[in-house]
């Protein structure tokens, strides 16, 4: 580990933003320097709570970018946003915490690559479902062969919203936010990401079905968006196991993983809250339990330790996740090493929701997903730009997918459930 030293950091996005704002000290030692926002009473607000007088705040990326000293920006912005302003901010010499997505289409994907490339930054995806103490502990199960080489798992983030109609649902701002467009194999990494870093595999394929609505016009007064409520993605990976996904909307939440090796197989419990009791069980049949691993019980469950840092955890979010990424980003600028959540990680798991959706507009076909980190291999998907938010319609209509499976390939049948989904008059009145 290098000489501690506190890394100055601006946050984009006051939002989900906060999150990062809050560990100046021991272990981490990210100090917050300037919050940028286009909301600026919410900017002001989250500044305030904080006590922090002294962070700036800002409205123009391009001005936050300039501040004084800060060496690395956190991106908390839009979804389908994170791309670009990555890209801006290490050409601008700053290392980069980007949230999910990494990138919404193939050719941002590959042009983020080339920036870490080219300027040497550090990249980290803020993917932080791997790092629930459940998923520590499997991870570390795993690399001690207990179970063997990983043959089939599954990875489940089901989490519908529970609010009854558009005002109880804070993540949407209007009939053009992207969470309304988002077709559902997009926000896919919380359930594949887990089970890339236990294994230490990467996607190479997928096939995809849209759990889909008879009609998403008729339904649009039952949900908080005009996509398909679901989806299970089969994706093989680099070893020739298969990985089942399951999510996003479907009623009845489950954030849950399991992992089947050729000698074993181990998963996160079931149970109440929102990611179960916490525990791992580990089962094995008799027949591999011999040589090194004969005095290994068939089956146990208990609940993992933390590998470090217990004492700091408790209040973190997401499993105590959030703590983890800003640890392990801190740490890589300190060391000057890329992260294991590295942009090629990052990338291919946004991939395995762009092409995952390509797939479930093709009747579950099989979709390949670019090796991001071979510079010759990732070549042939540089044109593939093809987005499903309302922007893209705006500004290069052919180059926009819908995000339904069973509705037509018509722009205005969306535009329409999504107004009259938020309660708003349509056309819109020109300002």
């Known amino acids: 580990m290098a000489e501690f030293r506190k890394i100055k950091l601006g946050v984009f996005g006051a939002g989900r933003g906060r999150a990062f704002m809050k560990y100046p ?13 286009k909301n ?62 990494a990138c919404s289409t193939l050719k941002e994907g590959i042009e983020l690559c080339e920036t870490v ?4 930054k550090i990249y980290m995806f803020a993917e932080n479902y791997p790092y629930t103490a459940f998923n520590q502990e ?6 001690t062969g207990e179970i063997g080489e990983v043959m089939y798992a599954e990875g489940e983030y089901n989490h519908p919203a ?3 109609g558009h005002a109880s649902y804070p993540l949407t701002d209007g009939p053009y936010h992207w969470r309304i467009w988002n077709p559902t194999t997009y926000y896919c990494t919380h359930g594949i990401a887990p089970l890339m870093y236990i294994t230490d595999t990467m996607p190479k394929s997928v096939n995809a079905v849209a759990v889909a609505l008879d009609s998403n016009v008729a339904k ?20 020739g196991s298969i990985f089942r996904l399951m999510g996003t909307g479907i009623p009845g939440h489950s954030i849950w993983y399991r992992v089947h090796g050729n000698r074993g197989a181990m998963e996160a419990s079931r149970g109440k809250g929102y990611f179960g009791p916490g525990e791992v069980r580990v089962w094995h049949e008799p027949l591999h339990l011999t040589g090194e691993w004969a005095n290994t019980p068939s089956e146990r469950t208990y609940y993992p ?32 090493e890329q992260p294991y959540l590295n942009v090629y990680r990052g990338c291919a798991m946004s991939a395995v929701g762009i092409c995952g959706w390509l797939s479930a507009l093709n009747n579950g076909a099989e979709v390949e997903i670019p090796d991001f980190a071979d510079k010759v291999a990732r070549e042939k998907f540089r044109t593939w730009d093809k987005r499903p938010y309302h922007e893209t319609y705006e ?8 995000p339904s499976i069973v509705g037509p390939d018509d722009y205005e049948y969306y535009l329409k459930a999504a107004f009259k989904r938020c309660g708003e008059a349509y056309p819109p009145e020109k300002k």
């Not at 490339?117 to 040497?120: D, F, K, N, Q």
């Not at 649009?220 to 070893?239: F, H, L, P, T, W």
């Not at 408790?314 to 392990?328: K, T």
């Open 40 to 101: 600026t009473a919410r900017a002001q607000s989250v500044k305030n709570s904080l006590n922090m007088p002294d962070v700036a705040l800002y409205e123009d990326f391009d001005e936050f970018l300039k501040h004084p000293d800060m060496e690395a920006v956190m991106l908390a912005n839009y979804f389908n946003e994170h791309a670009p302003y990555a890209i801006k901010a290490m050409k601008a010499g700053k290392h980069v915490l980007s949230e999910c997505a």
């Open 395 to 402: 500004t290069t209509p052919e180059k926009w997918l819908k």
């Open 117 to 120: 490339e080219e300027t040497g």
């Open 25 to 37: 000290n021991e272990p981490i030692g990210l100090e917050l320097v300037a919050i940028c926002d």
């Open 305 to 336: 330790s933390w590998p470090a840092f217990a004492d700091k955890i408790a209040s973190a979010g997401h499993g105590g996740g959030d703590f983890w990424v800003n640890y392990h980003f801190a740490e890589a600028i300190r060391n000057n």
């Open 220 to 239: 649009a007064e039952q949900i908080n968006r005009i996509k398909d409520e679901g989806a299970v993605s089969m994706v093989r990976m680099d070893n």
């Open 138 to 143: 499997m991870r570390r199960l795993y690399q």
């Open 162 to 164: 529970t609010g009854s």
